[in-house]
């Protein structure tokens, strides 16, 4: 196993074109499951295919453990990289496909049969390993996928979003048998993705990108309670967090989206304006802090009921903008219902209408 520093990394495909990566700098640790999340064309692919040695890079420095690994190609690097269309051998049977690797490698053959038939129990593929591709379903080939990166052994496991192909269900089933891979081999792995939800549920660590550089990175409960700034609040969360436009009006109240409607500040959030010298800022609420309070200060109409079972979703139309709300099924709330809110003040976060960056 082997940890991963990156060092005031520059990509670009043209001297004179804008950086894919802008000076990015990153230590992910042995044995570390961390994430790499952001909106499409962030670079987080790009970041990935780096780290494997299928991108060249124009300024920085990759490590892989303590070896600088700027010139090594790929199969010089011990990484195992599964790509988000399974890149299997069609004409190969799955024990072929997961042996292959192995066998140019020329490792003896009953070792090679060792490890294919581990990795093929440990999936639950063993039924499989004499089919071909063709044959499986998509949530089996991405378990072969997943089986010829294992037989390798690999210093580092890297995922190219291999659950973008699967329907809702299998996402769920695969994205388990990934954390069971990590948590039984403890490799260092790493993992693209666009979907909030599989970087909330899976990683150690999230790295945020957008617009080429670093947003964040932190656990996921630092992301979701702390947010850096509004692009950080808004990706992380489903829903995301709903934003007010604010002013202080000095009594210890704001006034929310410019409408006359007032609420209460949160003192830790009084003391960090002030502290800011800000008047005027954006409100941040997460939907499931909100509670229903007929005395409440914030007062939403109903557009949109969204039953999920343990909870119900309403969008509220308010001061132009739509919000959502996260109440108890309970509740049954109806469309056209008015109903008044108050929120935790605990959970409440500013941030800077200029700068977007979050006001503590």
């Known amino acids: 196993m082997a940890g991963i520093s990156i060092r005031n990394l520059v990509k670009k495909y043209t001297p004179t074109s804008a950086p894919v990566l802008d000076n990015i700098n990153l230590e992910i640790a042995d044995g570390e499951f961390v994430v790499l999340v952001g909106p499409s064309g962030c670079g987080k692919t790009t970041l990935l295919r780096i780290i494997a040695g299928l991108e060249g890079i124009t300024g920085g420095e990759v490590f892989i453990g303590d070896t600088k690994v700027n010139d090594l190609g790929p199969a010089d690097r011990d990484i195992a990289f599964v790509f988000q269309d399974y890149a299997l051998y069609p004409h190969f049977t799955v ?9 140019i490698r020329k490792t003896p053959k009953d070792e090679i049969e060792r490890r294919v038939q581990a990795a093929a129990k440990f999936l639950q593929i063993e039924h499989l390993l004499d089919r071909k591709p063709k044959a499986l379903s998509g949530g089996q080939r991405q378990r072969v996928a997943m089986g010829r990166a294992i037989v390798r052994q690999p210093k580092v496991f890297l995922f190219d979003e291999p659950l973008s192909n699967l329907d809702a269900k299998l996402r769920v089933e695969v994205r388990t048998e990934i954390r069971k891979l990590f948590q039984k081999y403890k490799t260092t792995m790493v993992y ?24 964040q990175v932190g656990s996921p409960y630092d992301m979701y309670t702390n947010p850096e700034n509004l692009f950080v609040a808004g990706f992380i ?31 830790h959030l009084q003391q960090a304006l002030q502290s800011h010298g800000k008047t005027e800022f954006v409100f941040g609420i997460r ?15 109903v557009e949109v009921v969204e039953p999920l079972g343990s909870d119900t979703l309403l969008f509220c139309p308010f001061g132009g903008k739509d919000y959502v709300v996260r109440v108890s099924p309970d509740l049954q709330a109806k469309v056209g219902q008015k109903l008044s809110f108050t929120y935790d003040p605990g959970k409440a976060r500013a941030f800077c209408k200029e700068t977007g960056k979050a006001i503590r």
């Open 237 to 267: 969360g489903s829903p995301a967090m709903n934003f007010f436009d604010a002013k202080l009006t000095g009594d210890g109240m704001m006034d929310i989206n410019n409408t006359g409607l007032k609420a209460h500040v949160p003192p």
């Open 192 to 215: 693209v993705t666009h979907d909030q939800v599989e970087a909330m549920t899976m990683a150690d660590r999230i790295v945020l990108l957008k617009d080429s550089i670093i947003q």
């Open 287 to 301: 939907p499931e802090d909100f509670q229903h309070d007929p005395d409440g200060d914030v007062k939403f109409t």
């Open 95 to 103: 024990r072929e496909n997961m042996s292959f690797g192995l066998e």
